[in-house]
């Protein structure tokens, strides 16, 4: 199906916090590494989980990143790990400093940068609606809200709550 497009799940931004200079430098050797043996195995993009959002680190990896899958094909889109930083106002800055990069992966019928999260953290519809709002472009939102009442126990309710603000659900 040559549509089909393959995701990693997921690659961690921020994960370890011990030394940022440190994490620096093993991010940044790894991370040309990581997209080129993704693509080697025929993975089209990665889900970049970020868990936190304004951390130098975090700014200095996905630059790396994003540099590196910008000399292929391979492409690149945010999850937003809202389990580790819940406040979503701390992601307007990092999402909007990457959504028209030409490397962050873009879906949907009008060709929108793709967002993911991981949970949605109690937060509700329209705060996701302010949030969005607050973004520099339209994003085609896929979040991951299992975590979310009734997600699992009655699909229709859960997707009448959010169908306002969603354009498909992550799991
Ligand atoms: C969330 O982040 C924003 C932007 O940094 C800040 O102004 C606000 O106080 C934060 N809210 C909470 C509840 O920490």
Redesign the pocket.
């Known amino acids: 199906m040559q549509s089909m497009i393959k995701f990693l799940l997921v690659l961690a931004i921020g994960a370890v916090t011990t030394n940022a200079q440190a994490v620096d430098g093993v991010s940044n050797s790894h991370a040309q590494s990581d997209v080129e043996d993704a693509a080697t195995l025929g993975i089209d993009a990665f889900t970049l989980n970020v868990g936190n959002p ?1 951390a130098d680190y975090t700014y200095n990896t996905l630059s790396q990143l994003f540099e590196t899958a910008s000399s292929s094909s391979f492409k690149l889109f945010f999850s937003m790990d809202l389990a580790q930083q819940p ?4 992601f ?1 800055n990092v999402v909007n400093t990457y959504l028209g990069h030409p490397a962050y992966y873009r879906s949907g019928a009008n060709n929108r940068p793709f967002l993911s999260t991981f949970n949605a953290n109690n937060h509700t519809p329209s705060e996701f609606s302010n949030f969005k709002s607050q973004l520099s472009q339209q994003v085609y939102f896929v979040p991951d809200f299992d975590d979310s009442p009734n997600y699992y126990s009655n699909s229709p309710s859960w997707f009448s709550t959010w169908n306002s603000v969603i354009d498909g659900a992550f799991s």
């Open positions: 304004s406040n979503l106002s701390q307007v």
